[in-house]
T-cell receptor
């Protein structure tokens, strides 16, 4: 149980275009989902926290107008990278917290590798 | 502020020998601590977690970690390394009562030699 999927797993796009990444909790309801960014050989950095039905909370330094997050249901959150540029190329990982689970356990998706040309 | 420091960026062991991945944390309160593993091109998998119950925590795949408050450490160990253990390991802390914000260490890459 507690499986999180991401789609697509890999995407290549041209500079200036927008890319949408989906994060789904397949077998549980997630009131809170998180979006992380991981640069090569570096750790994960939290970008934003997404609560179902409300606006996302962004970490300092993350542009909310560039990284649009929507958490429309208890099983789906989307991250849209708007007007992508080469410096947005990275590995984006989502996680979902099991509603009501103790110990703040988060379950992670497999990640989406974005390459902006 | 909470933080974690993974003391080694890369650890190399021989198959069958013990594994020790070091982690020290900084927290004003009793934190929740986790170890996650990331295999290439795969998602992060929870190995184990400490949430103020037993100080010795047993996880999956034979891993365990001991919470030592006096040393502010949460080192990950395994008695005998297997080739499949080769991966990136992250020590993670989350402040109590938070939304679950995870603060990641920089990671330790474990290599296992045959």
């Amino acid at each position: 149980g507690a499986v999180v999927s991401q789609h697509p797993s890999r995407v290549i796009c041209k500079s200036g275009t927008s890319v949408k990444i989906e994060c789904r909790s397949l077998d549980f309801q997630a009131t809170t989902m998180f979006w992380y960014r991981q640069f090569p050989k570096q750790s994960l950095m939290l970008m934003a926290t997404s609560n179902e039905g409300s606006k996302a909370t962004y970490e300092q330094g993350v542009e909310k107008d560039k990284f649009l997050i929507n958490h429309a249901s208890l099983t789906l959150s989307t991250l849209t990278v708007t007007s992508a540029h080469p410096e947005d190329s990275s590995f984006y990982i989502c996680s979902a917290r099991l509603a009501g689970a103790p110990g703040e356990t988060q379950y992670f998706g497999p990640g989406t590798r974005l390459l902006v040309l | 502020a909470q933080s974690v420091t993974q003391l080694d960026s890369h650890v190399s062991v021989s198959e069958g020998t013990p594994v020790l991945l070091r982690c020290n944390y900084s927290s004003s309160y009793s934190p929740s601590l986790f170890w996650y593993v990331q295999h290439p091109n795969k998602g992060l998998q929870l190995l184990l977690k400490y949430t103020s119950a037993a100080t010795l925590v047993k996880g999956i795949n034979g891993f365990e970690a001991e919470f030592k408050k006096s040393e502010t450490s949460f080192h990950l160990t395994k008695p005998s390394a297997h080739m499949s253990d080769a991966a990136e390991y992250f020590c993670v802390v989350t402040p109590p009562g938070s939304q679950g914000n995870l603060i990641f260490g920089k990671g330790t890459k474990l290599s296992v030699k045959p």
